[in-house]
């Protein structure tokens, strides 16, 4: 069973930056893709970037691209998203999910393609 536990949240002003975590447990990290998420208040969780297997991939969501990045360090079990410039509108819980699919999924930056999730990370940017 994969377990993911994010880490890295908290609050910060407009402007500010954070760097999210997550680590995967067990001996089959390589052979996922991995995404963040995020939901905000009454709203649905949303895509916000994902990284292919072996890093050499990866993919945005329009409101987040330029500001955030993300990274894997496939040697520590751990994915990461470095989150800049942020912005009140980025406050949410940040979630990190595990996809089995294959990264050419036309799915694979939606919820359902993604068998595993952590328990969520909140950020809340002030203004």
């Known amino acids: 069973q994969v377990q993911l536990v994010e880490s890295g949240g908290g609050l910060v002003q407009a402007g500010g930056s954070l760097l999210l975590s997550c680590a995967h447990s067990?001996?089959?990290?390589?052979?996922?893709?991995m995404g963040w998420f995020r939901q905000a208040p009454g709203k649905e969780r949303e895509f916000v970037a994902l990284?292919?297997?072996?890093?050499?991939?990866?993919y945005y969501a329009d409101s987040v691209k330029g500001r955030f990045t993300i990274s894997r360090d496939n040697a520590k079990n751990t994915v990461y998203l470095r989150m800049n410039s942020l912005a009140p509108w980025d406050t949410a819980v940040y979630y990190c999910?595990?996809?089995?699919?294959?990264?050419?999924?036309?799915?694979?930056?939606?919820?359902?393609?993604?068998?595993?999730w952590g328990q969520g990370t909140q950020v809340t940017v002030s203004s």
């Open positions: 067990g001996r089959t990290f390589i052979t996922y893709v």
């Open positions: 999910a595990a996809s089995a699919r294959q990264i050419w999924d036309m799915a694979i930056a939606t919820t359902p393609a993604y068998e595993y």
């Open positions: 990284i292919s297997r072996n890093g050499g991939y990866t």
